[in-house]
């Protein structure tokens, strides 16, 4: 179903999306699918050496969810930025949940624009893995 | 130390196709399972990520380049603008250089940032996607 310019306000909130538990061999899994091998991400005792106390998921994957969240809702394609800070560490064996708040809804340059800001949290702990902002372009009912 | 003569400093260009195989991949290990991107050549927000580790050398070997170890480096932000459109079996071809190199004090010690800025352009020439990415190095 698309999502109309019009249909969207201020305030309005995105469906949230929720992942997890992460597995060890999701970490994995994102190191091969993505090629970054920093073994930071799946090799425990590289972890360890640079003060981890195990292998922590990339940020890139959590992203990613978040990235999902927004295009589940908005469309694919409808990205014009997106822009994430990475605030916590995500461990195996932990769920995140992905929300967005829309900020600010604009014509702009021939274009109907809506903004939002997103955090993804730990579920069980509430820990801010991420924050950042979005703007995506939707069409007019108008066309 | 990262060496802040490096700012500035911009690596080799790299190209990147993008092949519907890698990309099935990557949705899997993502766990994007909206059908859209199945069933047409649209790729999600953070595909470039691929083009960005398997188009050249990868972000370890413009590391090596400026003395500074993988496994001590953490991802900060990371920013995309989407100028137009891209596709499955689109060739984008990305330029990255050094647009900041700065410490700060935090409670861990001294903490270096690097910050990456990219430019893809697509196989006509278009500018397609701005990558900023920031990294922050671990004494």
Redesign the interface.
Known sequence: MTLYFEDVSVGDELPELEKGPLQEVDLVRYAGASGDFNPIHTVPRVAQSVGLDTTIAHGMMIMAYAGKMITDWAGAGTLRQFKTRFSGMTKPGESVVCRAKVSKVIEEGGEALVMGRLTVKGKNDDSLKLKGDFTVALPRKSG | MVDPSHKGKEFAPYSYTIEPG?VR??L?????D?P??RD?T?????FS??A???GGA???ASLNEIDVE?????????????HA?VKVGDTITGTTRIADIYAREASAGSLEFIEFVTDYVNQDGDLVITD?SLVIV?E
């Open positions: 890698k991949e990557f899997l290990a993502v766990g994007e909206n859209v991107y047409s649209l790729l999600p927000p953070t990520t691929l960005a580790f398997w990868g972000l370890e993988i496994s001590r480096v953490l991802h900060s932000e990371q920013e995309y603008i989407y459109p900023r671990r």
